[in-house]
C-alpha cells in the first residue's frame, strides 16, 4: 500500500522567500507529525496533529513557521521569509494516533536548501 | 519536557560483532521507548520498540533493555552484518499518541 508521500522531494529557495511543504499521510492516519533534521543532527519535533487540530506545536522555531491540516489528511508546513539557517530535511510522519501502538511512519523527507 | 540523549554518535565494527548504543531519557513519566533505523535518503522506519512495563525485548538479532530506575536504555544488535549499517535513532514518549523526543543518532558501521 502507499505510504506517507511528501513535495517537494528537494526545493532551492532564495533567502527571503516562502515556502510551502507538502505531506500526504496514509490513509487511515489520524495522527500526523512534522520533524526537520539538520545535517549530521537528531530529528527535532515541530508540531504534532490529531486530525485537523494541533495539540502540540511546541517544536515550531518561529512565527516564521506554520502548518495546517485539512480533511483530516493532506498537511502543509510553511516557512515564510526562509533564512539559511531554515536548511534541513523535513520529514512527515503519520500514525493510527492514540490507543494503538504509536508506530510513526516517515516519509523520505522534502530537502530544503535556502541560499 | 522531555531531553533524550544517545551515545556514541558513531560506531565502527567488523561483520559479525556485536554493536550496543546507549540511551538515556529525563522525563520520569515517558513509557514508550521506540528503535528507528534511518537508511542513506530515506525515512527512519521502525525496528523495534519497549514499552515501560518489560524490561527487556528480542527480535531475531536485535534486543532491546530499559532501566526504569536509571532512566536507560540500549539497543543491542548481534551477529552485525554490513546491511545494518545505517544511523540509528533511539526516542522516548510520555503519552500515548503523543509526540516523539528522539536521540541525535548513532551512525552505524559494519565493516566486512
Known sequence: G?????SPSNKVTEKGKDVELRCDPISGHTALYWYRQSLGQGLEFLIY???????????LPS?????????GSVSTLTIQRTQQEDSAVYLCASSLGSGNTGELFFGEGSRLTVL | ?????????TLSVQEGDSAVIKCTYSDSASNYFPWYKQELGK???LI???RSNVGEKKDQRIAVTLNKTAKHFSLHITETQPEDSA???CAAR???GGKLIFGQGTELSVKP
Open chain 1, 63 to 71: 512565527d516564521r513557521f506554520s502548518a495546517e491540516r485539512t480533511g
Open chain 2, 87 to 89: 544511523v540509528y535513532f
Open chain 1, 49 to 59: 496533529f490529531q486530525g485537523n487540530s494541533a495539540p502540540d506545536k511546541s517544536g
Open chain 2, 94 to 96: 510520555a503519552n500515548q
Open chain 2, 48 to 50: 523495534i520498540d519497549i
Open chain 2, 43 to 45: 525515512g527512519p522506519q
Open chain 2, 1 to 9: 519536557g522531555e531531553n533524550v540523549e544517545q551515545h556514541p554518535s
Open chain 1, 2 to 6: 502507499a505510504g506517507v508521500s511528501q
